[in-house]
């Protein structure tokens, strides 16, 4: 199973901005890595360490902001689509011939 924790902070003062801070920490030190900015992703062996990664965000969330927490199955995670902007290959793909003078 995968655990994501998606997380929309404010950081408009100093303290706000320490509290974001202290929370990716904490977010990295516990083995979460980020796929995007303020989503970030755990994998666990099954359901028991799924609730204890949700006990342990839930006593370390900032005192202001959102925080989200998803869990999915390996199966559920796997059919995610990943779109990047334009690719650009240099392996041609053709059939052509291909004369370089």
Do not use: W
Not at 17 to 26: D, L, N
Not at 48 to 53: N, W
Not at 69 to 96: C, F, H, P, R, W
């Amino acid at each position: 199973m995968r655990v994501l924790v998606f997380f929309d902070l404010p950081i408009t003062t100093s303290e706000n901005k320490r509290a974001y801070v202290k929370f990716r920490k904490f977010l990295l030190k516990n083995g979460f890595m980020m796929l995007q900015e303020s989503v970030y992703c755990k994998l666990a062996l099954n359901g028991t360490a799924v609730k204890a990664i949700v006990d342990n965000v839930h006593k370390n969330k900032p005192e202001e902001g959102l925080v989200q927490l998803l869990s999915v199955t390996e199966k559920q995670y796997a059919k995610m689509d990943i779109i990047v902007g334009n690719i650009k290959s240099e392996v041609l793909d053709s059939d052509e011939r291909l004369v370089i003078l």
